[in-house]
């Protein structure tokens, strides 16, 4: 077992080397070598996955060394899914190996319908839908929930996490399940992350939706049929609302980021996230102070990333628009703070009192529509 143990330790050395220049000078046996051990080390995943006691030494072994742990015991079932984009991407590797690469990608040796088969072949398909999705650069903004490139990024995560859940132990908590989730997400631009991850939730959110309309006898009764795969879902979910709420900055900024109709959508289908969101609203609004001068609430620092007085009205407005139990318990919150602070009904007074009377405005203006 000891020697098991070295070869997987040679993991991460491998998969830096096929990322290096070092490849340059590969030739298709050393490629054909380097493949060789990624399904070797596909084939130890698959013999070990479900002694536990195993499980757990492979992974603390393979993190050994690490400047940080992205890699984990599940990336053994991926190995060849991993070295071959490695190489995919590496512009050194040269062409005869590079044609023998993709060679072997789409004809795999041995088992020509078998799941590695299939794997193999998805990944050659993804990359190149990759590169033609790819458009040029804009400046960040909070993204369109259709932007394709996004739908697909958060498919591939939703997908890895179905299927990463589905070997983790059911102790601990979910950031702590997954700690290659947030070194995915921070390497890639902040805006971004956020993206993924707001379009993630709202998959998810469609898939249960979908479920809960169609799992129905002719009585109308629930079945259970799809029980385990709602169970699934919210742990799925509940790994990425694990890393967005981890640190306050991070979900300050996603709130931030985001329009306030998709976070409301957010919050509505997920009550860990409604709560949070509200205490952010409520801190936000406390740094207002009215401006006699100006006739209006302005921001107690403007160089600071809050919210307006009109923005922080929207965002409130929005809550207001969606489910009846949020719209009520952000109502609630408004009532309450008012009464806080001195229960007035004039305005200009209490930003809670103008805060309150804004949004019931704007919710009545919206029904004469």
Same mark, same amino acid.
């Given at each position: ?8 330790? +040679? ?6 080397? !096929? ?8 030739? *298709? ?14 084939? %130890? ?5 479900? &002694?536990? &006691? ?6 603390? &072994? ?5 400047? *940080? ?31 023998? /690469? ?14 590695? @088969? ?6 050659? &398909?993804?990359?190149?839908? @990759?590169? /033609?999705?790819? /458009? ?7 993204? @369109?929930?259709?932007?394709?490139? %996004? ?15 589905? $070997? ?18 921070? +390497? ?14 709202? %998959?998810?959110?469609?898939? *249960?939706?979908?479920? +809960? #309309? ?27 609302? *694990? ?27 997920? !009550? ?13 609004? !406390? ?18 990333? $809050? ?15 969606? @489910? ?7 109502? #609630? #919150? ?14 200009? /007074? ?20």
């Amino acid at each position: 077992m000891e020697a098991v143990l070295e070869q997987v330790e +040679q993991l991460p050395a491998l998969l830096a080397v !096929s990322r290096s220049a070092l490849v340059r000078d590969w030739d *298709s046996l050393t490629l054909d070598r380097a493949l060789e051990w990624a399904r070797y080390f596909q084939h %130890l995943h698959d013999r070990f996955r479900t &002694r536990s &006691r195993l499980r757990e030494a492979l992974g603390r &072994r393979l993190r050994r060394g690490q400047p *940080s742990p992205l890699l984990g015991f599940p990336h053994l079932g991926r190995c060849p899914q991993l070295l071959g984009l490695a190489l995919l991407e590496n512009r050194a590797l040269p062409p005869a190996a590079c044609r023998r /690469l993709l060679h072997s990608l789409l004809q795999p040796v041995g088992a020509a319908a078998g799941p590695e @088969s299939r794997d193999l072949a998805l990944l050659a &398909r993804r990359k190149a839908a @990759s590169c /033609l999705m790819g /458009l040029p650069r804009h400046p960040p903004r909070a993204p @369109s929930a259709m932007e394709p490139q %996004l739908q697909a990024e958060a498919q591939l995560l939703v997908t890895r996490l179905r299927e990463e859940g589905q $070997e983790v132990e059911p102790a601990g908590g979910a950031a702590g399940q997954l700690p290659w989730l947030a070194g995915v997400l921070e +390497q890639l631009p902040q805006s971004r992350a956020f993206g993924v991850v707001a379009a993630a939730l709202l %998959l998810l959110r469609q898939g *249960s939706v979908a479920e +809960q #309309a169609g799992d129905r006898d002719q009585d109308g009764n629930r079945l259970d049929t799809n029980q385990a795969s709602a169970t699934g879902e919210e742990c799925v979910a509940g790994y990425l609302l *694990s890393w967005l709420l981890e640190k306050p900055g991070r979900f300050s900024a996603f709130c931030l980021f985001l329009p306030g109709s998709l976070l409301a959508s957010l919050a509505g289908h997920y !009550s860990q996230l409604s709560r949070p969101y509200l205490d952010l609203l409520t801190s936000w609004g !406390s740094h207002l102070f009215y401006d006699p001068f100006q006739g209006q609430w302005v921001k107690s620092c403007p160089d600071k990333a $809050e919210l307006s007085w009109e923005e922080l009205r929207e965002r409130f407005s929005c809550l207001c628009q969606g @489910s009846v139990l949020l719209r009520g318990q952000t109502q #609630a #919150a408004l009532k309450l703070l008012k009464a806080q602070d001195g229960d007035f009904n004039v305005r200009g /007074l209490s930003v809670w009192t103008d805060l309150l009377m804004g949004v019931e405005e704007y919710l009545r203006k919206e029904a004469e529509c």
